[in-house]
């Protein structure tokens, strides 16, 4: 099975580790992987900051990259979302609105795809440590992914999971809003941080980089002893 990294621009450009791992655990799986050079921002910050026009530009050209993907696959829930509001900005369009609905059909979030196209539940993983997972706005409740990842978890040897209190709260991150609406940001992540601190874990994990890193920076700046992991981190820890 073929497969189309989308890596996002976080991940490209912060955690570049985590796309390393996604690759890693795809092909222990059986796919072949391939990354599109040409590959850009999805619009994702422009279309939120109001700027429709201009983000149209960046799908077009994400449309092209990922135009012969057998399958396009991202460690990502927000970022694959994107991709699925495509044919809704560009419906109007006779060029670009079937090639928008193309993209967002193949389009998916990893741990979707592990789940529901490879069928996978264990992923013959191994990771000793106890964990809470932060389920991100973006990937539950617009991308509708909310099972796949806890069933991957739930099955690695040696993970001990607690549910997050408040776990459908927002982190605080909201791409844009966490600049410009700053100190209401900061009290929604103390908050988070707090009901993290509340289940005990050593680990926090979660799927979509943006928040990982608002929350791992909070953490850190605040000094608390948790550590921070995507997902993909600890699903590629095969089992020896």
Sequence with gaps: MKVALFATCLVDMFQSNVGKATVELLERLGCEIEFPESQVCCGQPAYNSGYVKESKEAMKRMIDAFQDAEYVVSPSGSCAYMFKEYPHLLKDDPVWGPKAKKLADKTYEVTQFIVDVLKVEDVGAQFTGNVTYHTSCHMTRLLGVKNAPITLLKNVKGLKLTELPGKEQCCGFGGTFSVKMAQISEQMVDEKVCHIEETGADYLIGADAGC?????????????????????????NPIK
């Design 212 to 236: 990982l890193m608002n929350i791992g920076g909070r953490i850190g700046r605040t000094g608390k002893p948790i550590k921070v992991l995507h997902i993909v981190e600890v699903l590629n």
